[in-house]
């Protein structure tokens, strides 16, 4: 984890070409799943086991970035029902099933926005060990400029505006 730009893309490439971890791209679901957690409540009954996957079904799209997994909606269900005593393991299930895919017997998951969630993950994964990503401020702000991604509404582009609209 660590802030945009600060080189955590790079961090989850160099991971993923380890013979024995495997890093997805950015997924989108975890925060959605533990906000909504309450809606499962026990999942050592099946019933929930199974609402909870029919949320996976439901929310297979960009929204979450599921598809960019390039798992099966249904392999994701049938794992959820089949071994998530928690709302840890159903996440754990969704990542294990990537790994699969690698031959790779370790998982993890890359997104700089974790970092405002460190312990809401370690409730999910209280084994998790964690990469924290440091890069000095200034380079994180300049990289967008390096690469012409500032975008109309990122602090950045406010930033700009301000400085023109007080004559700098």
């Not at 392999?75 to 699969?100: M, N, P, Q």
């Not at 991604?149 to 004559?167: D, K, P, Q, T």
Request: charged share 25%; hydrophobic share 35%.
């Amino acid at each position: 984890m660590g802030c945009e730009r600060s080189g955590t893309t790079l961090i989850r490439l160099i991971l993923h070409s380890h013979p024995n971890i495997a890093l997805p791209p950015q997924t989108k679901f975890l925060k959605k799943i533990y906000k909504r957690r309450l809606q499962w409540l026990n999942l050592a009954n099946e019933a929930n086991r199974i609402k909870l996957s029919h949320w996976f079904t439901d929310h297979f799209d960009n929204h979450t970035k599921l598809p960019d997994l390039g798992l099966e909606s249904g392999d994701i269900c049938k794992e959820i029902v089949s071994s998530a005593t928690s709302l840890g393991a159903a996440a754990t299930g969704v990542f294990k099933l990537y790994s699969r895919k690698f031959n790779k017997p370790r998982w993890g998951d890359k997104r700089p926005y974790y970092i405002k969630y460190l312990k809401q993950l370690l409730t999910l994964f209280p084994d998790a060990q964690i990469i924290h990503v440091v890069r000095d401020g200034r380079d994180c702000i300049a990289s967008p400029y390096e690469y012409a991604v500032v975008e109309e509404r990122s602090s950045i582009y406010y930033y700009e505006l301000a400085g023109s609209n007080s004559g700098r």
